[in-house]
């Protein structure tokens, strides 16, 4: 039987959005898609998929790479052999996909962004997306992709009909690690997710010396500060101020960014704002493939400028 296999992203009894590139990419596989989720009551648009698959276990266990490699065993011997099994690029993904490629003995591309359909290839970028990797893997069995947050989602598109809901055989416990509790992010007065203006800085701003002069400048322009994942992990700026994958994922009506050349990770947190400006002295930073506006400039320099021209108005 030729289908596609996509892993759900699940937390706290939630069905999370990035499922959605999952999905995106399984449409332009062209086959069939089959959608696996733990047990439980998940708010799952059954009209983007095919069949879903539901497991009897409940999400701590399916978030468990030692129990999904059992779970992925049992579809199997039900299902067949997928073509392709797809995951997300998350910290659990990437972990699960992992185990089970080295398990089953399987290829395995990571953080894919691309899709070719007429070469059958896969595209991974490095370098803050400077240089593009190609990955076709073979026919001769299956492959295991995680797919980069927010590179298919607008490939997901509803059927005229809903999903065939089918139900897999429960698997045996996984031995030698078991869930312990979720970790809450640090709480703070702030939720950049709810600011319509964004002033987000990043490493190209120099030192730490300057967040005083950005805050003024945010406060001067009614918006809220926020950095990329280098300022954070410097300590410059707190966590739950970080914009990207590993971050927050932002949709404000105005995101400044100064001093940030764009990762992947960054891009995927921000990209969906209304209007982006960037502000960087590279002309080649990738941020400018995406932001609405692009100014070439010292962005401390500009950052001056901006503090005098709104003092006086």
């Not at 299956?142 to 989602?153: E, Y």
């Not at 964004?198 to 500060?225: C, F, H, M, T, W």
Request: aromatic fraction near 10%; proline fraction near 4%; charged fraction near 25%.
């Amino acid at each position: 039987m030729s289908y596609t296999l996509i892993i759900s992203e699940v937390r706290r009894g939630q069905f999370e959005e990035r499922n959605l590139d999952s999905i995106g990419l399984g449409t332009l596989l062209e086959k069939d898609s089959f959608l696996l989720i733990p047990e439980g009551d998940y708010a799952v648009n059954d009209k983007y998929i095919q069949t879903i698959l539901k497991t009897v276990v409940e999400e701590t266990v399916f978030l468990n790479p030692m129990a999904m490699i059992h779970i992925l065993q049992k579809v199997m011997d039900q299902k067949g052999k997928p073509d392709v099994i797809i995951f997300t690029s998350s910290s659990s993904g990437n972990e699960c996909a992992s185990y089970a490629a080295g398990y089953f003995n399987l290829p395995l591309v990571t953080d894919a962004s691309g899709y070719d359909k007429e070469k059958g290839v896969f595209y991974k970028s490095y370098y803050s997306d400077k240089i593009f990797g190609e990955f076709k893997p073979s026919e001769e069995k299956p492959c295991i992709i995680t797919v980069r947050s927010g590179s298919f989602k607008l490939q997901a598109v509803e059927r005229d009909s809903s999903a065939v809901v089918e139900t897999i055989d429960a698997v045996s416990p996984a031995e030698g690690r078991s869930f312990v509790e979720y970790v809450e992010e640090e709480k703070t007065d702030i939720d950049i997710t709810k600011a319509d203006f964004l002033l987000s800085v990043g490493r190209g701003i120099g030192s730490q010396d300057e967040i005083p002069n950005y805050e003024e400048l945010a406060n001067l322009l009614k918006a809220v500060i926020s950095g990329s994942r280098p300022v954070i992990d410097k300590q410059w700026l707190p966590k739950p101020r970080q914009v990207g994958t590993s971050g927050k994922t932002v949709k404000p009506k105005v995101y400044f960014a100064m001093g940030i050349s764009g990762a992947f990770q960054h891009i995927a947190g921000m990209k969906d704002s209304d209007c982006i400006i960037a502000v960087n002295k590279d002309a080649e930073a990738p941020i400018f493939q995406y932001a609405h506006f692009g100014i070439i400039a010292d962005a401390n320099k500009l950052r001056d400028k901006l503090k005098e021209a709104a003092k006086s108005t």
